[in-house]
């Protein structure tokens, strides 16, 4: 019989909390040309940036997970075999 990540993590007497902010904004996109002058334009728009969540989780005390929402997913998939 398996058991599920969430029945895992709360019969271990973890708690998990989820933080959104456990992320970085970082530039994503970046142009073809390596000149500094287009760079430091793409570096300016906007567009090219998004937030990019944090790969780590980190614990608290004995019992208690912070980590963000999209490792948590990534986490619980990989644990569940899905």
């Not at 906007?46 to 944090?54: F, G, H, I, Q, R």
């Amino acid at each position: 019989m398996s058991i599920s990540f969430d029945q895992y993590i709360h019969g271990m007497g973890f708690r998990v909390i989820l933080n959104d902010f456990m992320a970085d904004y970082k530039q994503v996109k970046f142009p073809r040309s390596k000149k500094k002058r287009i760079r430091c334009k793409w570096a300016k728009n906007l567009k090219n940036y998004a937030y990019v969540p944090w790969t780590k989780m980190y614990q608290m005390g004995r019992d208690t997970l912070v980590m963000h929402p999209v490792m948590y997913e990534r986490l619980k998939r990989e644990l569940d075999g899905n």
